[in-house]
């Protein structure tokens, strides 16, 4: 089967720009979730859908970070304005159901300058 | 809280030994354990798992083992090859959290 599809694969912006990143989860996959991995570190939960609900957003940075999944199946995470801190790995992951086995994308590398 | 933590960042063996990679994990409510492997470029790869109502667990060529007394688990890579190769991260489920919470990794360099 297909794996976590996402795009794009690397991103340079500078600070305060836009940007956007999608995400194409494994077919028939309820669950989908963004996770910011900063260099050296572990991926950190962002935001977890349940189809096309919010299960948890308690670390999206809700100021500057927003996500959607508008018809339970492709997402988009989007960073208005940018921070030099915001310079990371952002991965997506989906399982069929929740907590279940999470199969991760190949991540979308942001550098901020 | 949730914390997941590893002793070592870096961990380098010879082909073809047994490799341990540790982790040690601070809440004593954590129900269920995984292990990843992430590749350079590429996002974490599940490895094996353990619930917290057991102490070992096998896969092919790898172990997971359980220590609830002193909150410490680790994995086992038995005669570790030039594809293993990567960083190792334990994630934990604490017990009503639900969500997945992943430590910093140790990073497994094969030497020849």
């Known amino acids: 089967e297909a794996g976590v599809a996402q795009s794009p694969r690397y991103k340079i912006i500078e600070k305060r720009q836009s940007v956007a990143f999608w995400c194409n989860p494994i077919?028939?996959?309820?669950?989908l979730y963004w996770y910011q991995q900063i260099l050296g570190q572990g991926p950190k939960l962002l935001i977890q859908?349940?189809?096309?609900?919010?299960?948890?957003d308690s670390q999206l940075p809700k100021d500057r970070f927003s996500a959607e999944r508008l018809k339970g199946v492709d997402s988009t995470l989007k960073i208005q304005p940018a921070k030099l801190e915001d310079s990371a790995v952002y991965l997506c992951?989906?399982?069929?159901?929740?907590?279940?086995?999470?199969?991760f994308g190949p991540g979308t590398r942001l550098t901020v300058t | 809280g949730e914390s997941v933590g590893l002793h070592l960042p870096t961990l380098s063996v010879q082909e073809g030994d047994n490799s341990i990679i540790n982790c040690a994990y601070s809440n004593s409510a954590s129900d269920y354990f995984i292990w990843y492997k992430q590749e350079s470029g590429k996002g974490p790869q599940f490895i094996i798992d353990i619930r917290s109502n057991m102490d070992k667990r096998q896969g092919q060529r790898v172990t997971v083992l359980l220590n609830k007394t002193v909150k410490h688990l680790s994995l086992q890579i038995a005669a570790t090859q030039p594809g293993d190769s990567a960083v190792y991260f334990c994630a934990e489920i604490v017990q009503g959290a639900q969500k997945l919470v992943f430590g910093q990794g140790t990073r497994l360099t094969i030497n020849p």
């Open positions: 859908f349940q189809n096309n609900g919010v299960v948890d």
């Open positions: 077919s028939g996959h309820a669950t």
């Open positions: 992951a989906s399982s069929l159901v929740a907590l279940g086995e999470q199969y």
